[in-house]
């Protein structure tokens, strides 16, 4: 189990949040997802996320350490997926106006984000679990702004009944390295990469409110 401790009004809080699969009945469609039905408009999604507190690395944390444990031995692996996970890492830090950026490290005690790939799907209530990113964040209750200490990310290597496409595991990893960065909560727009499912509707690529909600936790302003 995971503790929490207590200090004073900061919460260590672990903090879980994972990228499903929702499969059809017959399993060959991937993300059958409904209509959106909370499409805004607006420019980001802060207001999706910010009952759940709204979290980003402090400064002094830069360049991130990231640890990728090796997939050798893990049933399903491809180098490919490292290759995928490293241009995530990339993206999400260049459209982060200089507030993110990152480094590999081959220490897995010196990591902030800790990365590792396993075949062992696990079953949610809205399907299969692509992903999933543990946060560890003080949070101020007062301020309802968490300073994140560290990630963990597992990512999972092929779908019970079948491989994954490449298409499908950049979505999810950008995703994944979306809550890892601070996203900590899900946008309600099938469109953005942060919605909770792998959608059809999403592009290879980080929408103008992923990017956008991304940038408002590293405003000044708004922390
Ligand atoms: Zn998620």
Same mark, same amino acid.
């Given at each position: 189990?995971?503790?929490?401790?207590?200090?004073?009004?900061?919460?260590?809080?672990?903090?879980?949040?994972?990228?499903?699969?929702?499969?059809?009945?017959?399993?060959?469609?991937?993300?059958?997802?409904?209509?959106?039905?909370?499409?805004?408009?607006?420019?980001?999604?802060?207001?999706?996320?910010?009952?759940?507190?709204?979290?980003?690395?402090?400064?002094?944390?830069?360049?991130?350490?990231?640890?990728?444990?090796?997939?050798?031995?893990?049933?399903?692996?491809?180098?490919?997926?490292?290759? %995928? *996970?490293? /241009?995530?890492? &990339?993206?999400?830090?260049?459209? !982060?106006? $200089?507030?993110?950026?990152?480094?590999?490290? =081959?220490?897995?005690?010196?990591?902030? %984000? *800790?990365? /590792?790939?396993? &075949?062992?799907?696990?079953?949610? !209530?809205? $399907?299969?679990?692509?992903?999933?990113?543990? =946060?560890?964040?003080?949070?101020?209750?007062?301020?309802?702004?968490?300073?994140?200490?560290?990630?963990?990310?597992?990512?999972?290597?092929?779908?019970?009944?079948?491989?994954?496409?490449?298409?499908?595991?950049?979505?999810?990893?950008?995703?994944?390295?979306?809550?890892?960065?601070?996203?900590?909560?899900?946008?309600?727009?099938?469109?953005?990469?942060?919605?909770?499912?792998?959608?059809?509707?999403?592009?290879?690529?980080?929408?103008?409110?992923?990017?956008?909600?991304?940038?408002?936790?590293?405003?000044?302003?708004?922390?």
């Amino acid at each position: 189990m995971i503790k929490i401790t207590l200090l004073s009004r900061q919460v260590l809080l672990p903090l879980f949040f994972m990228l499903t699969f929702t499969l059809s009945s017959t399993s060959t469609a991937l993300a059958v997802v409904s209509e959106s039905k909370n499409d805004s408009g607006a420019d980001n999604y802060i207001s999706d996320i910010e009952a759940d507190g709204l979290y980003s690395w402090g400064q002094n944390k830069l360049p991130l350490k990231v640890y990728f444990q090796p997939g050798n031995n893990v049933p399903a692996y491809r180098t490919k997926f490292k290759e %995928i *996970l490293i /241009s995530c890492f &990339d993206e999400w830090s260049q459209v !982060s106006n $200089g507030q993110l950026d990152w480094t590999e490290v =081959t220490d897995p005690q010196a990591a902030d %984000i *800790l990365v /590792s790939w396993s &075949d062992q799907a696990v079953e949610a !209530s809205q $399907g299969t679990e692509a992903g999933k990113t543990r =946060t560890y964040a003080h949070y101020n209750q007062q301020t309802n702004h968490g300073k994140i200490d560290r990630a963990e990310m597992r990512l999972l290597t092929r779908l019970p009944e079948r491989e994954f496409s490449e298409s499908e595991v950049k979505k999810a990893y950008l995703h994944e390295v979306g809550h890892a960065f601070g996203i900590v909560g899900h946008s309600t727009n099938p469109n953005d990469i942060m919605y909770f499912a792998v959608s059809k509707k999403q592009g290879l690529e980080l929408t103008q409110r992923d990017k956008a909600t991304l940038n408002y936790l590293y405003t000044p302003a708004a922390i």
